[in-house]
């Protein structure tokens, strides 16, 4: 211990009469070896070093532990004593240390992730597929839902990693930004929309009912901030793949991230509409509770989200 340390440490507490758990296990290498270099070698520093240690126990405890002679190193009657206390502390750090282990391993055992709809359909699989190479053992179960249902899950401890799509963060949690996103207007091709020759109006856009996600999705979050208010939707549904399909049956327009139409556009189920005054971008966020950043399994999720 420094003589900083020493001074910054009330002299009322344990850690300033007690030996550190680095003092102990020198000792206890004396006794078994009956060499200090022995000793110094097995924990893993230099002799003077070892030296050094021990004086500083002395000084701290306020009596001589080892006897130093060239034949070698043995304990005083004070140092058999010691020592036997020290091992009965370095057991119990062990058993400290066996059983924080258990936690981390019980933790490491399972992660369970929140996402909104998209993020959960479209980019997920590709990122738990590579997570579970890394963490073969650790289960994943994925909750997926809208970005308020995602934050509820976070916030009552259902959920170690939660993944959003709206424009703002949820109160109460911490986010990162991990991938950025377009919203595009898509229509079956017998749709009006699909013939058109000029680009929609925003305010176009705004005054007609809309096949739209519920309440709470951060599609319709970004969608309503960005056009200011929206008509009453056409039909209003509970997921990115059912708005999807009532577009493609012809149902009547709807406004989706371009990563859940790419083979629909490919294939001419659905088509683009071009859109004019309005920016339907948006970031996508990784959250998790304000002052609890991912650890373990959820930390690996979130490393692989910027890969």
């Known amino acids: 211990m420094s003589n900083a340390e020493e001074r910054a440490t009330p002299p009322g507490s344990l850690s300033h009469r007690v030996p550190d758990l680095g003092a102990l296990e020198l000792l206890l290498a004396v ?12 924990v893993g520093i230099t002799q003077p070093a070892a030296s050094s240690r021990i004086r500083s126990m002395e000084r ?8 130093r002679s060239p034949r070698g190193s043995r304990l005083t009657d004070a140092g058999a004593l010691v020592t036997d206390w020290a091992r009965r502390i370095v057991e119990a750090a062990e058993a400290f240390d066996a059983g924080a282990q258990a936690l981390r391993d019980r933790r490491d055992s399972r ?19 590579a997570l579970r190479a890394g963490r073969p053992d650790t289960a994943v179960s994925l909750l997926a839902g809208n970005s308020a249902a995602v934050a509820e899950r976070l916030l009552s401890g259902e959920a170690d990693l939660g993944f959003v799509e709206g424009v703002s963060v949820p ?11 377009r919203l595009i207007v898509v229509t079956a091709p017998g749709h009006a929309w699909a013939r058109r020759r000029r680009p929609l109006e925003a305010s ?3 005054a007609t009912p809309l096949i739209l996600r519920e309440k709470g999705s951060g599609t319709r979050q970004v969608l309503d901030a960005a056009l200011g208010g929206l008509a009453r939707p056409l039909i209003e549904l509970s997921s990115t793949t059912a708005v999807k399909a009532a577009a493609v049956s012809g149902a009547g327009p709807a406004v989706l991230s371009e990563l859940a139409v790419g083979e629909e556009l490919a294939m001419r189920r659905l088509v ?8 339907l971008a948006r970031d996508l966020r990784a959250v998790w509770p304000t002052g609890h950043r991912p650890v373990g399994p959820a930390r690996d999720l979130l490393s692989l989200t910027r890969g």
């Open 272 to 279: 683009s509409v071009p859109v004019e005054g309005v920016a």
């Open 204 to 206: 176009e856009l705004a």
């Open 171 to 181: 109160a109460g949690l911490d986010s990162t930004v991990i991938a950025h996103d």
């Open 31 to 42: 006794a078994r070896l009956g060499s200090l270099g022995g000793a110094a070698r097995e």
């Open 60 to 67: 701290q405890l306020g009596v001589a532990l080892v006897d």
């Open 111 to 129: 992660l369970r992730v929140a996402a909104s709809m998209t993020i959960a359909e479209y980019l997920l699989p590709g990122w738990l597929l």
